[in-house]
């Protein structure tokens, strides 16, 4: 069982920058799906930004490309999301969510995930 426990949410104008963190229980030598994952209201979870642990890559929304910028710390077991030139149409709750990797191709979508965190709320105003 992957605990996650994500940080950093807050208010910003639109144009500048946060940066989540999400605290993982383990990563252990098993690879995983991490990610990031937005839902505002009255609209539907989406990915924003997932790696696969082990060297597996990273990828992003196409909304996001560019300006957001998903890490890692494999000795802190933590997870970051690097958000710059926020606009306002990325106001949402944050979630980060875990999947362990099986060898099959995951990326974005959140009904593949297994493990989330509380979320943490990002509000951008114009």
């Known amino acids: 069982q992957v605990q996650l426990v994500e940080s950093g949410g807050g208010s910003v104008q639109a144009g500048g920058s946060l940066r989540l963190s999400c605290a993982a229980s383990?990563?252990?030598?098993?690879?995983?799906?991490m990610g990031w994952f937005r839902q505002a209201p009255g609209k539907e979870r989406e990915g924003v930004a997932v790696i696969l642990t082990g060297g597996g890559g990273t990828f992003y929304a196409a909304s996001v490309k560019g300006r957001f910028t998903i890490s890692q710390d494999n000795y802190r077991n933590t997870l970051y999301l690097q958000m710059n030139k926020l606009e306002p149409e990325d106001a949402a709750m944050y979630y980060c969510a875990a999947k362990r990797w099986r060898g099959t191709w995951v990326g974005l979508d959140p009904k593949q995930y297994d493990y989330w965190g509380q979320g943490t709320q990002v509000t951008v105003s114009s």
């Open positions: 383990e990563y252990t030598d098993n690879r995983y799906w």
